[in-house]
């Protein structure tokens, strides 16, 4: 797979990446899902920690990642609620970072360790196609609340229904996603770039020609110092410029572009590279002023 880090000779300026793989808790939404599930401050604090444990890479996602539904047994009504909430809380810029790349051309997927209900509701409201969002399913005890009430043909009254276990997948391991990605784009042409907050996403980082660390919920010091690239903003706009390169970024709006560099001056991209730095410096923000007199 190339590299950003080795351009071929022949390349000039920054590349564009046709397909963009974003990660959603504290990435796309400023929550984390599975936390938002604990109703009592005690048992909150308790799947915070060991949230927080998995994603500073700590512990292993695959050793809390059953233990924190256990400890929350949700119902399936509250685990549909979380699209809901993910949406109250999207990260600024998101759902233009998202429209504008697909309207660019560029395959936008969602690969998360979150639940796939949600998950896939909150994505497909984003504009992110339902065949390219990949998360955990879990299943319900069918016997649980009013469970003479259960009907197939009236799938609503089984939002009683308790967990009852996780299906087991790649996702619900701390270094699951490489795998996950190469299905989704394996064989495909064009570049591709990672985008997440949490050390699950910074191993899956050999999967993609590029992975972009995000800070702008947490900043998890792992992901920070590792990371090619880390967004220290609030906003994901800044997104559009490493994923867009400097010449597909131009197809923006103006207004849209300026939004982009006052956000970039504001709060600059923290690279790990120099190299990088020096030529996302030289290939796309050289030029700014040239293009913005367009």
């Known amino acids: 797979m190339s590299s950003i880090f080795e351009p071929a000779p022949a390349a000039t300026g920054w590349p564009y990446y046709q397909h963009i793989i974003f990660d959603c808790d504290s990435t796309l939404s400023t929550i984390e899902g599975i936390d938002h599930l604990a109703a009592q401050p005690d048992t909150k604090q308790e799947i915070v920690a060991l949230t927080n444990a998995a994603m500073d890479g700590e512990m292993t996602l695959g050793a809390v990642y059953g233990k924190r539904l256990e400890l929350i047994s949700p119902s399936r009504q509250a685990v549909l609620a979380l699209a809901q909430h993910y949406l109250t809380h999207v990260v600024p810029g998101a759902r233009q970072v998202i429209s504008n790349l697909i309207e660019i051309g560029c395959d936008v997927y969602i ?13 497909i409201s984003l ?13 319900y005890d069918q016997l649980s609340g009013k469970w ?6 009236f ?7 308790r967990y009852l276990a996780y299906r087991h997948s790649e996702l619900s391991e701390s270094n699951g996603k490489a795998k996950i990605i190469q299905q989704l784009i394996g064989g495909k042409t064009g570049a591709s770039l990672l985008v997440g907050d949490g050390v699950s996403d910074l191993m899956a980082r050999n999967a993609v020609d590029l992975f972009v660390g995000f800070g702008g919920v947490v900043t998890r010091e792992k992901v920070l110092h590792d990371a090619p690239i880390f967004i220290q903003s609030k906003s994901l706009l800044q997104l559009l410029a ?8 131009y197809k923006l709006s103006k207004a ?4 982009v560099c006052d956000s970039l001056a504001q709060q600059p991209l923290y690279f790990n590279r120099k190299t990088l730095q020096r030529h996302f410096e030289s290939s796309f923000i050289s030029d700014t002023e040239l293009h913005n007199q367009t």
């Open 111 to 123: 690969v998360s360790g979150g639940l796939i209900e949600p998950v896939k509701e909150f994505g």
């Open 127 to 139: 504009g992110v196609p339902a065949v390219n969002i990949r998360a955990v399913e879990i299943e």
């Open 148 to 153: 003479w009430q259960n009907n197939p043909q």
């Open 155 to 161: 799938p609503e009254k089984a939002h009683n229904q």
């Open 242 to 249: 490493i994923a867009l390169g400097n010449q597909q970024f």
């Open 256 to 259: 849209l572009r300026q939004s």
